[in-house]
């Protein structure tokens, strides 16, 4: 297999596993971070999130020489392929993607890329982000010659994250023209560093950039609806009296359906699924679309009253939650991880406190595979109240 010399940009849940994971497939790596905290703790062979497998990867890629961390885009500027794992969060004042990172990383490195005099240089971007972005960013990269961007969006879950980005289900390529040779070129690219991964018959598709973008808004906002649906469903079964576990099985066995995601609980959270719908939504409403992805304003409304729910569960078993002392157990978002970005036990755990209860969380320190009230990292929400905590009140 040919090495090729890559970058990663962004070296966060993705980024991180992202470069690790190619340094695996063989190539020679530097993953660049504008946290200088975040790449003294990857540089020393530590992860700074809790990932399955993650570790392991990361040290045969520092041991091997193959990988290395900076914050200096000169670093960077040899890279024939860099990847863009940037973060797109929900804005401060509105439902759309903030686009600034993407945008900063891209100028930074458009002003190192000269260096390369023109050899043929490949971006690819990896974060989830609206239709139009890909064709916006390739804007600002047009004056440099040599350069190509192409979009190949990310469908990790994070708990699988290694395994999903060395066997991904399938790989979804977006270029600027399906039809144009510089696109046959990228795509030759690419291909080549996804080799070992190819030969292993993954699935990949070539399309243009706004159906590549389209693909992962679609995925994640099909698994939130999915989500949102059967707990809307045990809505019903609620007042009804029907066990909502009873419905799912049942019609999780039809093919058609499939049992995935149909499990009825405190919904979805994290740093994806919840700002993803939003940002398609907010981008259908600027293609003048809205009506057509209205439903995932919903979709939303009845994620958000699961964890009301939950609250008002525990009202009703204990009554006033005033003075009350209840633990939540687990920060996370969802198993096998330590994320906890809009993590809806965090929420749950905030709503409690609001409502008087004497709250505290437990966290699973690192490399323990389960919580234990003996080992694990506690703290209580009447002393330091996360940040999600004080944007709530
Ligand atoms: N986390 C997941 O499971 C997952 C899965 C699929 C897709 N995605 C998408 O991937 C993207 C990244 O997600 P994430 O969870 O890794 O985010 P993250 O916030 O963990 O990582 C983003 C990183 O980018 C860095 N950064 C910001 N500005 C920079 C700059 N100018 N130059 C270099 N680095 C800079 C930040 O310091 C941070 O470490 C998002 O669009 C997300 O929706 C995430």
Redesign the pocket.
């Known amino acids: 297999m040919k090495t090729t010399k890559i970058s990663v ?9 992202h470069a690790a994971a190619m340094a695996d497939l063989g190539h020679d790596v530097v993953g ?4 200088a905290e ?1 790449i003294a703790t990857l540089q020393a062979g530590r992860a ?2 809790h990932e399955p497998g993650f570790e392991d990867i990361l040290a045969r890629g520092l041991d091997a020489d193959l990988l290395r961390f900076t ?1 200096d ?1 000169a670093d960077i500027a040899d890279a024939d392929v860099h990847f863009l ?5 929900q804005q401060a004042d509105g439902f759309g ?1 903030d686009l600034s ?2 945008e ?2 891209v100028d ?1 490195l458009a002003e190192v890329l000269p260096a390369r005099g023109g050899a043929p240089t490949l971006v690819v971007g ?4 609206p239709a139009g972005t890909a064709r916006m960013l390739a804007g600002r990269l047009e004056q440099v010659e040599g350069v190509t961007l192409m979009w190949n ?6 708990g699988f ?1 290694v395994k999903d980005t060395l066997d991904p289900d399938r790989l979804v390529y977006g270029v600027h023209d399906t039809e144009d040779p510089v696109a046959a070129q990228a795509v030759a690219m690419l291909d080549a560093v996804y080799a070992r991964i190819l030969e292993r018959e993954a699935p990949r598709l070539v399309m243009g950039y706004e159906a590549a973008e389209l693909v ?1 808004a679609s995925a994640n906002a099909f698994l939130a609806t999915k989500i949102s649906f059967i707990n809307a469903v045990a809505e019903m079964c609620e007042v009804t009296g029907a066990d909502v576990t009873d419905v799912a099985r049942a019609i999780g066995m039809d093919d058609r359906i499939g049992a995935k995601f149909l499990r009825a609980g405190v919904g979805f959270g ?3 699924l919840p ?2 719908i939003r940002a398609f939504l907010a981008s259908a409403e600027e293609n003048g679309v809205g009506e057509a992805l209205g439903f995932l304003r919903e979709v939303d409304a009845v994620n958000e009253r699961r964890r009301a729910r939950v609250v008002a569960l525990a009202g009703e078993m204990l009554g006033d939650l005033a003075g009350r002392r209840v633990t939540v157990l687990g920060a996370a978002f969802k198993p096998l991880s330590d ?1 906890t ?1 809009d993590s809806p036990a965090l929420d749950v755990a905030c709503r409690l406190r609001a409502a008087g209860a004497l709250v505290t969380v437990t966290r699973t320190p690192r490399r323990c595979g389960t919580p234990s009230a003996a080992s694990a990292d506690w703290w209580s929400s009447s002393r330091t109240p996360p940040r999600h905590c004080a944007e709530r009140s």
């Open positions: 940009i962004g070296v966060g849940y993705l980024g991180a596993v660049l971070d504008i946290d975040r700074p999130f914050t885009y794992g940037l973060g797109t969060p993607a990172y993407l900063a990383a930074a990896k974060s989830t982000v969006p990310e469908f990790l879950r994070e994250a992962k994290g740093g994806c700002k993803d994320d970005r």
